[in-house]
């Protein structure tokens, strides 16, 4: 039954809202396009805009006990490091968790709001919604905003009644299942050592220090991803924030200082 | 009393929303369909009205499927029925596109209710003339349900229940011979509450059942003959069995 979702309502749905009370298909296809002279330039600045805007460092993956998800946190403006503690892990419910890349109000609103449909579903349908259905709601809607200059690029992972999902969905209206992701500037540099120290049957520990090393590693070589990488894990009761470790001391937990000898010393040259 | 009765958004003095209890009229004029819960199998059962020697009786199917795991049956206008099934069919396919899972009964029984109830209190329109017995599984604990909603717009779950022509014989008729079944013995429950207000034989009655397996199932006219064959031998042996004289005690 439609409840009454006007509020949550996308300004531009991809079809013309048909009328309640004739046949659903009677309006032709159509959808709002910008008040511009030129919308094909308009376009294209609204990407160049946002395209640097993606930086940072994402990672989620599957495993024998659940998904681990996660971040770095410092939000960039061009070279000009804005805030190194962005919280890019979302909280949807106690058992959703979503993730940050790109356009940061855009990420926090439509999390929020697809935090709003999740209970929604829950409190109409007497179940939790699947991380299926949760990443299509998201993918949905940000498909009838393509073109409109939302910058998102997300992974939901959650727990639901088939066990672990992982979805990565992004502001293209893209929408991928897989067992890893990483998304951001720093993508790259995290999926070289997630791919290589990944096997299926690690325990919780194993898998959170593998992400927590492929997030230092990114924010090592990426200048756009680094501050605190945080490590959440996603298991049958829900989520649990792991920990948030400061790069800068991760650097040196794994490459510690050895005081190396000097092989000449400089001896001070007393006066003749 | 007229004045009241004319818009359907318009109450009367003492509560009353004519134009909806007109329509709940309607469906007491309908064929008498009956359906029944069983632990693992849901029947529907409908009176078919002698069909008329021309006409091709497959192309009027009362019992419909919404999606492999809904079915409905309904009783009264039948050309509302077919508006309310053709947008309750596409309700199900969206609803699996957007969420990526068959609907729950539940789900689309409240959206056909709400469908309904949408027009009693829209300007222009009537009430649909129908109530339905909507029966089926739930995609992921495979529990089976009955449910049955009204032009009112009301809906509630069943574990069995009548609707349309004499449906208060039926129900009373079910209230005292309702127990849990399951398989072949729900059908007969379901034959046996519809032939107490239609007259026997496998033409005046249509009958589907529905498994989580095989999804929905109309049975053949030779079925329905040979069950109330089986369901009309019960009765006379229980007749026999009342008039037969009364064992003697032991002294």
């Known amino acids: 039954m439609k409840l009454d979702t006007s509020g949550l309502e996308s300004a531009a749905p991809v079809w013309g809202a048909p009328s309640e009370l004739v046949d659903g298909f009677s309006a032709a296809p159509s959808f709002e396009v910008p008040n511009t002279t030129d919308f094909d330039g308009f376009q294209k600045e609204a990407i160049q805009m946002v ?8 990672l989620a993956f599957i495993f024998k006990e659940g998904v681990m998800v996660a971040a770095d946190s410092r939000a960039s403006m061009g070279g000009y490091i804005s805030s190194q503690s962005v919280k890019k892990i979302i ?24 935090g709003i449909k999740c209970r929604l579903h829950e409190l109409a349908n ?21 073109g409109m200059g939302l910058s998102v690029g997300t992974m939901i992972a959650g727990w639901d009644e088939t066990g672990p999902g992982l979805y990565y969905v992004d502001s293209e209206g893209g929408r991928l299942k897989g067992m890893h992701f990483s998304v951001g500037s720093g993508s790259p540099y995290a999926y070289g050592v997630l791919d290589n120290g990944y096997r299926y049957d690690m325990s919780v ?16 070589r990426d200048g756009a991803s680094g501050g605190v990488a945080s490590v959440y894990y996603v298991g049958p009761n829900g989520w649990k924030k792991l920990s948030g470790d400061d790069v800068g001391e991760l650097h040196y937990e794994y490459y510690p200082v050895m005081p190396s000898t000097v092989e000449q010393e400089m001896v001070e040259v007393g006066g003749a | ?59 009027v199917r009362k019992i419909v499927s919404l999606d492999d795991h809904v079915a409905l049956a309904c009783a009264g206008l039948k050309a509302d029925a077919r508006i309310l099934i053709n947008r309750a069919r596409i309700e199900c396919q969206s ?27 829209s300007g222009g329109v009537r009430p649909f003339g129908l109530s339905t017995l909507i029966v089926g599984f ?13 032009p009112s717009g009301t809906f509630s779950a069943w574990k069995a229940n009548a609707t349309g022509r ?86």
């Open chain 1, 51 to 58: 395209k640097p805007a993606k930086g940072t460092t994402t």
């Open chain 1, 91 to 114: 909280e949807i419910n106690p058992y959703m968790l979503g993730t940050m890349a790109g356009g940061a109000a855009d990420c926090q609103f439509w999390h929020r709001n697809l």
């Open chain 1, 126 to 146: 007497k179940r939790r919604i699947s991380v299926t259905g949760a990443s299509k709601l998201l993918a949905n809607i940000l498909y009838s905003y393509r």
């Open chain 1, 205 to 220: 520990e194993e898998a959170a220090e593998l992400a927590r090393r492929s997030i230092y590693h990114a924010t090592f």
């Open chain 2, 1 to 59: 009393m007229a004045r009241y009765d004319r818009a359907i958004t318009v109450f009367s003095p003492d509560g009353h929303l004519f134009q909806v209890e007109y329509a709940l009229e309607a469906v007491r004029k309908g064929n008498a369909a009956v359906g029944v819960r069983g632990t693992d199998i849901v029947v529907l059962g409908v009176e078919k009205k002698s069909a008329a020697k021309l006409q091709d009786s497959r192309s």
């Open chain 2, 95 to 121: 609803h699996r596109l957007t969420v990526e899972d068959p609907v729950t009964v539940e789900y689309i029984t409240r959206y056909i209710a709400g469908l309904q109830q949408k027009y009693t209190q």
């Open chain 2, 138 to 150: 739930d995609p992921y604990t495979g529990v089976p349900s009955l449910y049955q909603t009204d």
């Open chain 2, 166 to 251: 004499n449906s208060n014989s039926m129900r009373e008729f079910l209230e005292k011979n309702y127990k849990e079944t399951s398989g072949q013995e729900t059908v007969k429950l379901a034959i046996r509450a519809l032939l107490e207000v239609v007259e026997s034989g496998g033409k005046n009655i249509e009958v589907a059942v529905m498994t989580k397996e095989h999804g929905l199932r109309q049975l053949e006219e030779t079925e329905i003959d040979a069950i109330v064959a089986e369901i009309e031998a019960e009765k006379a042996a229980a007749e026999a069995a009342k008039n037969a004289p009364a064992v003697p005690k032991e002294t």
